[in-house]
């Protein structure tokens, strides 16, 4: 089963949300859309919409997460509905339960929603093939394969400051290797039609399969950065990192970190990405993440925003009923 | 049905309408919002007739309708903007076609998200049967009397036009 029939209902509206390959760019389009009106809700007086009340929705997290955990839970509350946030590492399967047990308990909550963090690859979507029909599942980062609405809140932020996909040179610099962040990135800015996504990394921190997917890799960062529009930096995984992959962080900084100097290679108006949290003097310069450049502050509140717009789709699709007389 | 109804005419009338009440209320200096996309279209030939210092407010009530668990998301994607506040002010709310009432329910309980209003009227081009809530409008249009299977839809903006359809 491919990501895109299980993501997708009969009527070709998303019912779970696993990764941004293979959905299509008029849907892309439609989050980034849905995102740009739940964008005002937060400055509102009050900063709640009526229209997840009386959903329960579960933050299934069994990898440790503050800011992804925060910015669902946040999303979840401004459509009014209840959230369960549940640290699955310390609690039921430390004493032996099941992934499916856990599952069928929650389901016995009535949940309607799982946000679902995993450290293996795939997770989201095999709990997407084990729940009840009516429940979604939203993959809040799983192993090194994807992170979708990380991916949308990126998109968000690039479309809310450059319009146009079309024209824009993009470059995803650093640990690639290990990032389902720089993987639900490619694929969103594919089919959202960039001119050109470049890789910027070590040899050590490129996946082997990455030039299938329509980039172009730089070793070098002065060459990798010129003339691009955006610049997204990646954290240095490093509690990932098993065996000798680097140097020192030291060298990496040398060689990959982004400063001032380097940034002026980029477009003059090219704006800095990070999805955070930041390693200062590791993968970026303090100068750099705290300039007017850096747009790494708005990715947060965007996410909210985009989060809000994914969770409303996938709860509220048309034509439901239709589908459950079948 | 094939009745031709003058839309400008209509508005003109509402226009006057609308100055009426206001005077015979006190509403000094009231705050005009338009529902999107059809009332908002109404609300911006009012405004500029009555010549409003505020500038208009638009609603989007995707957020605040009562059949998104079977209707789903709205393809009406673009935000509500209301650019002044609205506490304390007294409030006209335009709409197209008042039918169930369902659409100004929702429109309210947007509008005190925002804050309290001191007042809110309502204004609608069409007043058509078929209510499910008690809501009814301060300034129509015109009151038609139509089927459960009628409906009536404004095309617009340029033109305005109504249309009465028979849906299956």
């Known amino acids: ?326 | 049905m094939s009745e031709q109804i003058n839309i400008d005419e209509l508005l003109t009338e509402m226009a006057s309408s609308i100055k009426e009440h206001t005077g015979r209320s006190g509403h000094e200096d009231p705050l005009m919002i338009g529902i999107k996309r059809g009332g908002a279209w109404i609300a911006k030939q009012l405004h500029e007739q009555l010549g409003y210092s505020d500038p208009l407010g638009e609603l989007n009530i995707a957020f605040y309708r009562d059949d998104f668990s079977t209707l789903g998301m709205h393809p009406e994607v673009s935000p509500s903007q209301l650019p002044v506040d609205i506490k304390n002010r007294h409030i006209i709310l335009v709409d197209d076609v008042l039918y169930t009432g369902r659409t100004i329910r929702a429109a309210m309980n947007e509008i005190f998200d925002y804050g309290r209003p001191k007042s809110i009227s309502l204004a609608v081009l069409i007043d058509r049967s078929g209510r499910e809530l008690p809501i009814q409008a301060d300034i129509i249009g015109k009151t038609i009397i139509l089927n459960e299977g009628e409906h009536a839809k404004l095309s617009g903006p340029e033109p305005l036009a109504l249309e009465i359809k028979q849906t299956g």
Do not use: W
């Not at chain 1, 959905?23 to 439609?30: A, D, I, R, T």
């Not at chain 1, 990380?150 to 640990?175: C, P, S, W, Y």
């Open chain 1, 1 to 326: 089963m491919t990501g895109n029939t299980i993501q997708l209902d009969n009527n070709g509206n998303l019912k779970h949300f696993l990764t941004t390959e293979g959905l299509s760019q008029s849907l892309l389009q439609k989050i980034l859309d849905h995102a740009e009106s739940f964008a005002t809700v937060g400055d509102r007086p009050v900063k709640k919409v009526p229209l997840l009340r009386g959903k329960t929705i579960a933050n299934l997290f069994f990898e440790p997460s503050t800011r992804t955990r925060t910015t669902f839970e946040l999303a979840a509350k401004r459509l009014s509905a209840d959230i369960l946030n549940l640290n699955i590492s310390t609690s039921a399967t430390s004493k032996g339960e099941s992934l499916s047990d856990t599952l069928q308990t929650l389901e016995a909550m009535h949940c309607d929603m799982f946000v679902v963090r995993h450290a293996n690859s795939g997770a989201a979507h095999y709990i997407a093939t084990q729940v009840a029909p009516h429940i979604s599942v939203i993959n809040a980062g799983d192993g090194r394969h994807a992170h979708p609405t990380q991916a949308m809140l990126d998109m968000f932020t690039i479309r809310r400051h450059k319009k146009e996909f079309e024209n824009l040179r993009v470059a995803i610099v650093g640990d690639v290797l290990h990032s389902r962040v720089a993987r639900s990135e490619i694929h969103a800015l594919n089919t959202l039609g960039v001119l050109e996504t470049r890789i910027v990394a070590p040899h050590t921190l490129i996946p082997k399969e990455v030039e299938s997917l329509g980039v172009h890799v730089h070793h070098d960062m002065d060459e990798g950065l010129e003339g691009v529009d955006v610049v997204m930096m990646l954290r240095l995984q490093r509690e990932r990192m098993r065996g000798a992959l680097l140097p020192s962080e030291f060298e990496y900084f040398q060689r990959y970190g982004l400063t001032g100097k380097r940034l002026e290679k980029a477009k003059p108006d090219a704006i800095v990405m990070h999805p955070g949290p930041i390693n200062r003097g590791v993968e970026i310069d303090s100068s750099v993440a705290d300039s007017e450049r850096s747009v790494i502050l708005q990715q947060v509140s965007h996410g909210i925003a985009v989060r809000m717009a994914v969770m409303a789709m996938t709860m509220g699709r048309s034509g439901d009923d239709m589908e459950e007389n079948e």
